[in-house]
């Protein structure tokens, strides 16, 4: 497909601070179909800057779906219309010419917003502060083939890890529940041999915190699942909810 | 076991578990139902066992404890997946293909069970099995359930207020029963799929099982021998 300009409005929410009361606003922006969106996005920024206006806000850092940083709810959907896909890896030519394309930030209570589209996901670190680790002192690097692991349980374990972080799940959810995100990081150790031991402390303690934080209660609605980045399957939360219960029990 | 249920997962665990237990009911109650389909007497006579049977009493104190559970739990899940969910709306929403209307909606549908099972109650419970232990006289008696069914689903009105019921209630169970064990942990990739069509499968069928005895008693096509069929 031959790369042509487009131009769209860009409805953004603008909120100047966590306090203050937001609101959207229209930007009219010419880009070209072969652009990326968060391109677009700084097309936009570098003509408001010279224009000696403030700037959007909106998180980014690796640029090419591997970091979690990149947020935005684009016309309905986390991450934006495309599946399977983070919203830095989100192009124009996904959007028609002369388009109102919406774009807020996350909005859940455990995601406050900071300023414009940037949100506060702290929340997500300090669970996997609570558990989302193994703990051992690692030494010399073993043989890789000196534990062996089925293949199946190795490929469901890679699944999981490859959750980025970014809490589209969560933005997703109308219950605002963080259990996508919580599943797929006690499932990527609950799965192997080195994280199993300490897997029963893993899933209370990251639940606990989870909790304390404020996300809500998983209905399944499977929102989430559709609009993950990273494609993590809900069957991680049936896990979860396997190991919680199972260690609960055990108490 | 400490502070299970002050966790998220155990919360929804009473949900599940009082959940799968009302299934376990419904399923045991539409077969019964389908007994006055085919002859009135020998539904009388699961009426008179039941009704004298403290065996029946007993489950039906136990079911009204798991239904008040459920209930309690429904409202305490929901306020607090509000209020995790925040004030905030978005002004452009777009729902997923793959996530069901019934998903969202399960405090609705819930709420729209509870009123008919009011409903039914009056109609049913509070003539039957409250008048035979409170003592009380009324038009049909405590075991003619036959004679209750034929007079309550003869009015229209009456008969499409227990169908809009039950339809509720099969979009209730579309998502609840595969939910339930979805919460219980008892799936993978493989078995997902399998609980939701079992899921569907199952509300059609219970919920068919009912509307049919409704539709059937409404139509004056029920019951369709008058004699006991068995010798009950
Ligand atoms: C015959 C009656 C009922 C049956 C068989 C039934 C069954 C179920 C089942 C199996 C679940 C799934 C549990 C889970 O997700 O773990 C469920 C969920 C739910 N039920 Fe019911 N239910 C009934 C009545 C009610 C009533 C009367 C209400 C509320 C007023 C209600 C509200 C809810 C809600 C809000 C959920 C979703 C909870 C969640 O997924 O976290 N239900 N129900
Ligand atoms: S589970 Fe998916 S949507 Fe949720 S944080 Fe991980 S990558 Fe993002
Ligand atoms: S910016 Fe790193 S994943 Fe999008």
């Not at chain 1, 090419?64 to 940083?69: F, L, T």
Request: hydrophobic letters at 50%; aromatic letters at 12%; one cysteine or more.
């Amino acid at each position: 497909m031959a790369e042509k300009n487009i131009t769209v409005t860009l409805r953004v929410w603008r909120q100047a601070n966590a306090k203050a009361k937001g609101e959207f606003k229209d930007y009219k922006v010419t880009s070209t179909t072969d652009t990326s969106f968060l391109e677009t996005l700084d097309i936009l920024n570098e003509d408001l800057v010279s224009k000696g206006e403030e700037p959007i806000t909106f998180d980014h850092d690796c640029r090419e779906g591997i970091c979690g940083m990149c947020s935005l709810y684009i016309n309905g959907h986390p991450h934006g219309p495309a599946t399977l896909a983070t919203t830095c890896q989100l192009y124009m030519r996904r959007f028609k010419d002369g388009e109102v394309i919406t774009v807020e930030p996350w909005r859940s209570a455990a995601f406050p917003v900071i300023k414009d589209l940037m949100v506060d996901r702290n929340a997500f670190d300090k669970i996997q502060q609570a558990g989302g680790y193994v703990s051992f002192n690692c030494g010399g690097a073993q043989d890789a083939n000196a534990i062996p692991i089925p293949k199946e349980k190795a490929d469901l374990a890679m699944d999981a890890a490859t959750c980025v972080g970014c809490g589209a799940c969560v933005a997703a959810c109308k219950n605002g529940s963080a259990m996508l995100f919580v599943s797929a990081k006690v499932s990527q150790f609950a799965l192997l041999p080195q994280g199993k031991a300490e897997a029963a402390r893993r899933a209370k303690a990251m639940v606990a915190k989870m909790d304390e934080l404020g996300f809500g209660n998983c209905t399944n609605t499977r929102a989430c699942e559709a609009e993950c980045p990273k494609g993590i399957s809900i069957s991680n939360i049936a896990r979860l909810n396997r190991e919680f219960l199972v260690a609960k029990l055990k108490d | 076991m400490s502070g299970i249920f002050q966790s998220s997962i155990g919360r929804k665990l009473v949900m599940s578990i009082t959940g799968l237990f009302l299934v376990l009911f419904l399923l045991f109650h539409m077969s019964m139902n389908l007994v006055a389909a085919f002859s009135g007497p020998a539904y009388n006579a699961v009426c008179e066992f039941l009704g004298t049977n403290w065996y029946a009493l007993a489950a039906t104190a136990v079911l009204a404890l798991g239904f008040v559970f459920h209930i309690i739990y429904a409202f305490i899940l929901t306020i607090r997946n509000r209020k995790a969910r925040g004030n905030n709306s978005y002004a452009v929403t777009a729902k997923p293909k793959n996530v069901e209307w019934a998903s969202q909606n399960m405090l609705v549908l819930g709420i729209i069970v509870v009123v008919g099972i009011g409903l039914h109650l009056a109609h049913f419970w509070y003539k039957m099995m409250f008048a035979e232990l409170a003592g009380m006289e009324n038009q049909f008696g405590a075991t003619d359930g036959a004679a209750w069914i034929t007079y309550w689903f003869g009015q229209p009105a009456v008969a499409a207020v227990y169908v809009v019921w039950l339809v509720a209630l099969w979009f209730h169970l579309t998502h609840g029963f595969w939910s339930a064990i979805q919460t219980l942990g008892w799936n993978n990739n493989i078995w997902i799929e399998r609980w939701e069509c079992i899921s569907k499968i199952f509300a059609t069928v219970v919920c068919a099982g009912f509307i049919i005895v409704v539709l059937g008693f409404a139509l004056g096509i029920f019951p369709m021998f008058n004699s006991p069929v068995c010798g009950a």
